[in-house]
């Protein structure tokens, strides 16, 4: 992917998952560019240029991290939270920039690799799709809709608990229209919803994990694992965070 020119004045360090940050390089945009740069990674938006203090642009950053912390952890799979640190100043005439925060940065490694996706267009040209992809769209949709921003902040922290999973599957129904919107658009079944809420809810199966503290109904037949639970709920954020972007395209 052709690299678009800089048009960003302050930029400031990140730390996390290298995979997940190798993957966000790859498909910047003016919104929100992760730039690699050596063993580092920075982060510019051309929303920085607004600012006009290192703090406004430390609570910009906190913002926009925060959300490709949740999009970080839909394309890899797991969590890979994004965190900010030093923050540096425009460039000087002499090509430096001013340190204005400091900050410990590091990356963290895992050792499975992110796969190289290709598919062949009709003329016979093959085109590498990355994992990534869909994230310029989701921060889009995060920055004009304050739902996908909340979802995608919360699914960004470490926090996979049920009573996290909940909260967010709360979030999106009430976004789209309750249960049968979620239904209707066939990101789930009814017995797959009930299957999740009867185990978030069940102190039988889950204990002082459930959301209730006492048993309300009888426990799901087949309970969900909470591998399962997050997996299910990711799907739906997923699905939810394309069809916001599908709405903001047309």
Known sequence: MARSPSIMSWRVQVSGDVLALS???KVETPECAV???GAAFVLESVHFAECTSPEQVRAEAKTLAEWLSGAAALIVGRPAEISIGAIEGPPTATGGRSLYITGEVSV???ATAIPTITRTLPDGTVEQMHLAAPVPNWLTVARHVPQA??????????VRDWNALYQIREKVAAAVGGDGAI????WTTSAELTRFDRTANSHAVLGDAARHGV???EPPPNPMTLH???RFIERVIRKWLG???AEARD
């Open 243 to 245: 069809q916001l972007a």
């Open 215 to 217: 048993q309300r109904q």
């Open 35 to 37: 730039r690699q740069i």
């Open 23 to 25: 993957e966000l390089a």
């Open 228 to 230: 399962e639970a997050q």
């Open 183 to 186: 239904r209707a658009r066939q």
């Open 108 to 110: 963290r490694s895992d």
């Open 149 to 158: 921003a909340d979802v995608l902040r919360q699914w960004g922290s470490n």
